[in-house]
């Protein structure tokens, strides 16, 4: 079944130190991959999306991901952490083919302490 | 309006009665989808309509729950008969269609069921 994982539930780090956030999804053929973002109150917000081509991709909010292919995976990283960016984030997929569901990871809850 | 939006935002109701939660896509958005946000649970995908027509209702929990589009807009979720398992935020998203497509989400609609 096709299924997307984030092994980490909540990560505490400190403000100014560098953030990765695990993903890893399970699909026949390598799916659409996505990383969305929810803070307090507020509906979730796309960061970044991987399609095809470049295995490392830009976001927002000085955000990227790297798809690795032999790992099934596509974790986020942020080279110094601001507090604003304590939030709850979501990876998920969608399959190429006619589906258009998206499929979410559990989330990871983040904090960022002084 | 320029986003997603959902009512009511907050539904308190008692067991064994019915709600309906709305959602107001963004304008021309042919795609809509409903998912519910359970506490560690990550988001679980309900149903999916391209126009008025839902090609995916696989996550739907039960005969209890359903959902109708009408005019390519806006969406209304039911649920007859609420269980106190059913208490979750509901979110709804709408996107321009295609399998690549971004989702835009709405804030939700948090149903507490006493």
């Known amino acids: 079944a096709q299924s997307v994982t984030q092994p980490d539930i909540h990560i505490t780090v400190s403000e100014g130190a560098s953030l990765e956030l695990r993903c890893n999804y399970s699909?026949?053929?390598?799916?659409?991959l996505f990383w969305y973002v929810q803070s307090p109150g507020q509906g979730l917000q796309l960061l970044l999306k991987y399609f095809s081509g470049d295995t490392l991709v830009q976001g927002i909010k000085g955000f990227e991901a790297e798809f690795k292919r032999s790992q099934s995976s596509f974790n986020l990283r942020k080279p110094s952490v601001h507090w604003s960016d304590a939030a709850e984030y979501f990876c998920a997929a969608r399959a190429r083919s006619a589906t258009n569901k998206l499929i979410f990871g559990t989330g990871t809850l983040l904090a960022v302490q002084p | 309006g320029a986003g997603v939006s959902q009512s009511p935002s907050n539904k308190v109701t008692e067991k064994g009665k019915d709600v309906e939660l709305r959602c107001d896509p963004i304008s021309g958005h042919t795609a809509l989808y409903w998912y519910r946000q359970s506490l560690g649970q990550g988001l679980e995908f309900l149903i999916y309509f391209q126009g008025n027509s839902a090609p995916d209702k696989s996550g739907l929990p039960s005969d209890r729950f359903s959902a109708e589009r009408t005019g390519g807009s806006v969406s209304t979720l039911t649920i007859q008969r609420t269980q106190q398992e059913d208490s979750a935020v509901y979110l709804c998203a709408s996107s321009l269609g295609g399998v690549s497509g971004e989702l835009f989400f709405g804030e939700g609609s948090r149903l507490t069921v006493l």
């Open positions: 699909y026949g053929a390598t799916p659409y």
